[in-house]
């Protein structure tokens, strides 16, 4: 059974302040309302949320505008990571988001691991495309290139 909530706090992949989303009962229950994400409906807790929406309207927008930014000085990037390569061509280890972050902090780019979209570490020499998730709206893409560490 769905049951209407007013989210009191932003809630990653449901909404943010102000906002009346239908959740599960359970899920409302047990984890929105005793960590005070999320109220019951009523016209007073609404105007008290207001207020609170629209600053975070102004300070989401603010966030893009500095997502777009980087993405922008991402695009523009070329990230070469040397790896050791075996005989047989096989690469040593992997390169995750953890060697992706520390490169482009190198380069004067602060982005979290948490950021970068890897569905697995990348297992062997070539190109890829690695995509950032910057912000909701705003997603960049990095051109990797591993190669043989000489």
């Known amino acids: 059974m769905a049951v209407e909530v007013l989210l009191v706090d932003q809630v990653e992949g449901l909404g943010i302040e102000g ?14 309302f005793p960590q005070g994400y999320a109220t019951e409906v009523t016209e007073g807790r609404r ?5 609170k929406r629209a600053a975070r ?3 989401l927008e603010a966030e893009k505008g500095a997502a777009e930014k980087i993405a922008k000085k991402v695009a523009d990037l070329e990230c070469t990571i040397e790896v050791k390569v075996g005989e047989n061509g096989k690469m040593f280890g992997s390169v995750g988001a953890p060697q992706l972050a520390e490169k482009l902090a190198a380069e004067g780019l602060e982005i979290e691991r948490s950021k970068f979209k890897l569905h697995q570490p990348l297992h062997e020499v070539g190109v890829f495309d690695v995509a950032i998730k910057l912000h909701a709206e705003v997603e960049a ?3 990797v290139w591993i190669v043989e560490e000489k």
Request: proline share 0%; hydrophobic share 40%; no cysteine.
């Open 19 to 32: 906002d009346v989303v239908k959740v599960a009962d359970g899920y409302a229950r047990n984890y929105l």
């Open 47 to 51: 105007r008290q949320v207001e207020k």
């Open 57 to 59: 309207l102004v300070e």
């Open 141 to 143: 893409t990095l051109k």
